[in-house]
């Protein structure tokens, strides 16, 4: 089973009228691994997670997801796969009308069969997990600062214990310290429920952090993936750009001296 | 899918209690679990001592993890001693990731006295009646702080915008009031003829329309429909800037939103509701004379004749005046509610709602004023 991809993306294609955003795009996502997803603003990275999901059509090409095709599943096992993965969304998208307890017990009420008194005590045991307090339970979404919102949204992805979680820039509109914490959240969080994480990210500093693999996507396609010396060597333009940058090459600095 | 008796059974050894869990520990059989590990909780209280092992668990996670530790938690309350064997280190982490969450007691919200809270909630709804009357006089006083600075330096005023918004709220707004006041006539000069039938008097049904339009009828209908229709996307349009923050990006930049937004909208209302008033007006009366045409057998000429024996220019004026005070109460409102709106999706829905019930009220209230009003200077 370790060998097998959990995520096996291969040959896609999406586009919408004349425009094609992924062009003959493969990828594989191992399991247990963090994978972050890199690439410039209107790449792709989000048309490629959302397509991935289901929330958006392929024109071409195939997406295996636990070992089964999204083309040849029917509706029943489709809602079955969903059961077992979990999204954060960019903007947190917590619904606005429930609180954070509900936000969470969310999930939970739609697919389990559980009593109230478990089901509020695992939605504080995840708020916990994520970093926050039984007193923020009962706050609604409006209250919640944006690094907050993100935990709950967190805090909602995992509600059902996926085995997969897809972020989507988790970091995103968060100060340095708050992005920092969350990167080490979700490293705490992959150890400790032996999460699958695919990632899209803009951070560097996430990259460099959390991410055991990394895949720039350029030009439609992915142009590297590996580890972080990967993307140091390659010879892609964007990629080069992106990882030798000014900003980039603070950071480099420091993994050097942490290699060396 | 495993059975009840793997997922956890119980055995006695003396004072000693051992369990053995196995199958899956997880999510999908969270309910099961939950109340085998009641039913064990109960047979234990005599038990001293607790092992369980954890050999045969092929699947493990938070909800079991949590499960597992509500049971240990449980005995080490009462003096218990437990112990958990075979247990794989990896799930050991999450264990004891969950030793250290729901530690506080849960406090369940205090129980209010219901003649306590309803005399609270009236009187919330009183002071809130009062703040609205509040809010909606000072919107008032703001646009005309807006209108008297735009008086002083007329090329401040924002003429794209307000043309742009007389297209949306006005011109455009002439076919559906043009269709709804056609219907309205019609129905009013049905009701009249067919009642009036009675006594011989199917003629006064004209008398009937003509005055009823042109004083009430029309410049109601047409409030009404602008409140829905313009109000409300008035409070939405403002309620969505509110939200991304537009509006203090424009208070940061100098600019004053009353006079950039909502001076050139209320502007716009007032000048619209006339002219929407004689359409709809105009329609109703064409309404009312195709139905006495077709259903009462009076041919047009007989409409308009007794139509210009029944009504006079005071009638028609009555209405007119009426239609500039009711745009500005829907605008007032509708602004004045687009700028409450908090940062959620649903204060946007509650603040839309509000301004249409606001606004139709207040319409109608004003109206009756002006019916006093009219009344007592003999109009």
Same mark, same amino acid.
């Given at each position: 089973?370790?060998?097998?991809?959990?995520?096996?993306?291969?040959?896609?294609? !999406?586009?919408?009228?004349?425009?094609?955003?992924? #062009?003959?795009?493969?990828?594989?996502?191992?399991?247990?691994?963090?994978?972050?997803?890199?690439? &410039?603003?209107?790449?792709?990275?989000?048309?490629?997670?959302?397509?991935?999901?289901?929330?958006?059509?392929?024109?071409?090409?195939?997406?295996?997801?636990?070992?089964?095709?999204?083309?040849?599943? #029917?509706?029943?096992?489709?809602?079955?796969?969903?059961?077992?993965?979990?999204?954060?969304?960019?903007?947190?998208?917590?619904?606005?009308?429930?609180?954070?307890?509900?936000?969470?017990?969310?999930?939970?009420?739609?697919?389990?069969?559980?009593?109230?008194?478990?089901?509020? =005590?695992?939605?504080?045991?995840? %708020?916990?997990?994520?970093?926050?307090?039984?007193?923020?339970?009962?706050?609604?979404?409006?209250?919640?600062?944006?690094?907050?919102?993100?935990?709950?949204?967190?805090?909602?992805?995992?509600?059902?214990?996926?085995?997969?979680?897809?972020?989507?820039?988790?970091?995103?509109?968060?100060?340095?310290?708050?992005?920092?914490? @969350?990167?080490?959240?979700?490293?705490? $969080?992959?150890?400790?429920?032996?999460?699958?994480?695919?990632?899209?990210?803009?951070?560097?500093?996430? %990259?460099?952090? !959390?991410?055991?693999?990394?895949?720039?996507?350029?030009?439609?396609?992915?142009?590297? !993936?590996?580890?972080?010396?990967?993307? $140091?060597?390659? /010879?892609?333009?964007?990629?080069?750009?992106?990882?030798?940058?000014?900003?980039? *090459?603070?950071?480099?600095?420091?993994?050097?001296?942490?290699?060396? | 899918?495993?059975?009840?008796?793997?997922?956890?059974?119980?055995?006695?050894?003396?004072?000693?209690?051992? $369990?053995?869990?196995?199958?899956?520990?997880?999510?999908?059989?969270?309910?099961?679990?939950?109340?085998?590990?009641?039913?064990?909780?109960?047979?234990?209280?005599?038990?001293? #001592?607790?092992?369980?092992?954890?050999?045969?668990?092929?699947?493990?996670?938070?909800?079991?993890?949590?499960?597992?530790?509500?049971?240990?938690?449980?005995?080490?309350?009462?003096?218990?001693?437990?112990?958990?064997?075979?247990?794989? *280190?990896?799930?050991?982490?999450?264990?004891?990731?969950?030793?250290?969450?729901?530690?506080?007691?849960?406090?369940?919200?205090?129980?209010? #006295?219901? %003649?306590?809270?309803?005399?609270?909630?009236?009187?919330?709804?009183?002071?809130? @009646?009062?703040?609205?009357?509040?809010?909606?006089?000072?919107?008032?006083?703001?646009?005309?702080?807006?209108?008297?600075?735009?008086?002083?330096?007329?090329?401040?005023?924002?003429?794209?915008?307000?043309?742009?918004?007389?297209?949306?709220?006005?011109?455009?707004?002439?076919?559906?009031?043009?269709?709804?006041?056609?219907?309205?006539?019609?129905?009013?000069?049905?009701?009249?003829?067919?009642?009036?039938?009675?006594?011989?008097? =199917?003629?006064?049904?004209?008398?009937?329309?003509?005055?009823?339009?042109?004083?009430?009828?029309?410049?109601?209908?047409?409030?009404?429909?602008?409140?829905?229709?313009?109000?409300?996307?008035?409070?939405?349009?403002?309620?969505?800037?509110?939200?991304?923050?537009?509006?203090?990006?424009?208070? /940061?930049?100098?600019?004053?939103?009353?006079?950039?937004?909502?001076?050139?909208?209320?502007?716009?209302?007032?000048?619209?509701?006339?002219?929407?008033?004689?359409?709809?007006?105009?329609?109703?009366?064409?309404?009312?004379? $195709?139905?006495?045409?077709?259903? &009462?057998?009076?041919?047009?000429?007989?409409?308009?004749?007794?139509?210009?024996?029944?009504?006079?220019?005071?009638?028609?004026?009555?209405?007119?005046?009426?239609?500039? @005070?009711?745009?500005?109460?829907?605008? !007032?409102?509708?602004?004045? =509610?687009?700028?409450?709106?908090?940062?959620?999706?649903?204060?946007?829905?509650?603040?839309?709602?509000?301004?249409?019930?606001?606004?139709?009220?207040?319409?109608?209230?004003?109206?009756?004023?002006?019916?006093?009003? @009219?009344?007592?200077?003999?109009?």
């Amino acid at each position: 089973m370790k060998d097998k991809p959990v995520i096996s993306v291969k040959d896609l294609v !999406v586009g919408f009228g004349d425009t094609t955003v992924l #062009n003959h795009l493969s990828l594989d996502v191992r399991a247990g691994e963090i994978l972050g997803v890199v690439g &410039g603003s209107g790449m792709g990275k989000s048309v490629l997670l959302r397509t991935i999901i289901g929330l958006l059509p392929k024109r071409h090409g195939t997406i295996e997801v636990l070992g089964i095709d999204q083309d040849q599943a #029917n509706e029943e096992q489709r809602r079955a796969l969903e059961r077992r993965w979990g999204v954060l969304f960019q903007q947190g998208a917590l619904f606005s009308s429930l609180t954070v307890r509900q936000n969470v017990q969310f999930p939970m009420r739609e697919n389990l069969d559980i009593s109230q008194r478990l089901m509020d =005590e695992v939605a504080l045991a995840k %708020l916990e997990m994520v970093g926050l307090t039984p007193a923020d339970a009962d706050k609604f979404p409006a209250e919640l600062s944006g690094g907050m919102t993100k935990r709950v949204a967190l805090a909602r992805a995992l509600a059902l214990d996926p085995e997969i979680v897809f972020l989507d820039e988790p970091t995103s509109g968060l100060d340095p310290i708050s992005a920092g914490d @969350f990167d080490a959240l979700i490293k705490t $969080l992959q150890g400790t429920l032996g999460l699958t994480v695919f990632m899209v990210t803009h951070d560097l500093e996430s %990259l460099y952090t !959390v991410c055991d693999r990394i895949a720039a996507l350029a030009d439609g396609h992915i142009v590297a !993936v590996g580890p972080m010396q990967t993307m $140091l060597e390659c /010879t892609h333009p964007w990629v080069q750009t992106y990882f030798q940058g000014k900003r980039g *090459e603070m950071l480099t600095g420091r993994v050097s001296q942490l290699v060396n | 899918m495993a059975s009840d008796a793997s997922l956890l059974t119980a055995k006695f050894k003396g004072d000693r209690l051992e $369990l053995a869990a196995g199958g899956s520990w997880t999510a999908a059989n969270a309910g099961e679990l939950e109340s085998l590990v009641d039913g064990v909780a109960q047979d234990a209280a005599r038990a001293r #001592n607790v092992s369980i092992d954890m050999g045969d668990v092929r699947q493990f996670d938070t909800y079991g993890a949590w499960l597992l530790e509500r049971l240990t938690r449980q005995w080490r309350g009462t003096g218990g001693v437990a112990s958990i064997v075979g247990m794989p *280190e990896h799930d050991r982490t999450l264990l004891k990731e969950m030793s250290g969450v729901n530690r506080e007691p849960v406090q369940a919200p205090a129980r209010e #006295n219901g %003649l306590v809270s309803a005399l609270a909630a009236m009187g919330s709804g009183v002071a809130g @009646f009062g703040r609205d009357l509040l809010t909606f006089v000072s919107m008032l006083g703001a646009i005309g702080m807006a209108g008297a600075r735009v008086l002083t330096r007329p090329r401040d005023f924002r003429f794209t915008s307000a043309v742009n918004q007389l297209d949306r709220v006005c011109w455009q707004a002439v076919p559906i009031i043009l269709l709804i006041t056609l219907l309205i006539g019609a129905i009013i000069a049905q009701q009249g003829i067919f009642h009036f039938r009675k006594f011989g008097a =199917e003629m006064y049904a004209i008398d009937l329309v003509g005055i009823l339009i042109l004083r009430e009828v029309g410049v109601l209908i047409v409030a009404i429909m602008v409140a829905g229709r313009s109000g409300s996307s008035y409070t939405a349009e403002l309620g969505s800037m509110m939200m991304r923050e537009e509006v203090d990006a424009l208070r /940061t930049m100098g600019f004053d939103p009353v006079e950039v937004l909502i001076l050139p909208r209320v502007l716009v209302l007032i000048v619209a509701m006339p002219v929407l008033t004689f359409i709809g007006s105009m329609a109703a009366l064409y309404g009312g004379g $195709l139905v006495a045409w077709f259903y &009462g057998g009076m041919s047009p000429e007989i409409y308009l004749a007794r139509l210009a024996d029944a009504i006079s220019i005071t009638h028609f004026k009555v209405g007119m005046i009426k239609a500039p @005070f009711m745009g500005l109460v829907i605008g !007032v409102v509708a602004c004045a =509610e687009g700028l409450l709106v908090k940062g959620s999706a649903e204060s946007l829905g509650l603040q839309t709602t509000a301004s249409v019930v606001k606004s139709i009220f207040l319409v109608i209230v004003l109206d009756g004023l002006f019916a006093i009003f @009219f009344a007592s200077i003999g109009m």
